[in-house]
Nanobody, 115 residues
Framework: QVQLVESGGGLVQPGESLRLSCAASGSIFSNYAMGWYRQAPGKQRELVAT???????NYADSVKGRFTISRDNAKNTVSLQMNSLKPEDTAVYYC?????????WGQGTQVTVSS
């Protein structure tokens, strides 16, 4: 098993930046593909970005060019650098870890983008 704890959310104005962090424990971190998802009120949880065990990133079209996902296997962390934030980025952001047959989720961290 792996336990995931997100941090770094907050309230920012449009155009500003935030960096989210996900700390993992309980298993071998490098065995997992990782990702960030988000869920806005009244909407389904959606993919933001993923990163493979080998470090290859993938992004939703809505965040491509603005967000960057990275992982540090030595520190057991996954980060999401969020630049040029827009009001539509407002959501609870969740860290995700995947093995072949298992999926794990963090508790989420709130990101609010508002003027």
């Amino acid at each position: 098993q792996v336990q995931l704890v997100e941090s770094g959310g907050g309230l920012v104005q449009p155009g500003e930046s935030l960096r989210l962090s996900c700390a993992a424990s309980g298993s071998i971190f490098s065995n997992y593909a990782m990702g960030w998802y988000r869920q806005a009120p009244g909407k389904q949880r959606e993919l933001v970005a993923t990163i493979t065990r080998g470090g290859t990133p993938n992004y939703a079209d809505s965040v491509k060019g603005r967000f960057t996902i990275s992982r540090d296997n030595a520190k057991n962390t996954v980060s999401l650098q969020m630049n040029s934030l827009k009001p539509e980025d407002t959501a609870v952001y969740y860290c995700n870890a995947r093995e072949t047959l298992r999926v794990y989720w963090g508790q989420g961290t709130q990101v609010t983008v508002s003027s």
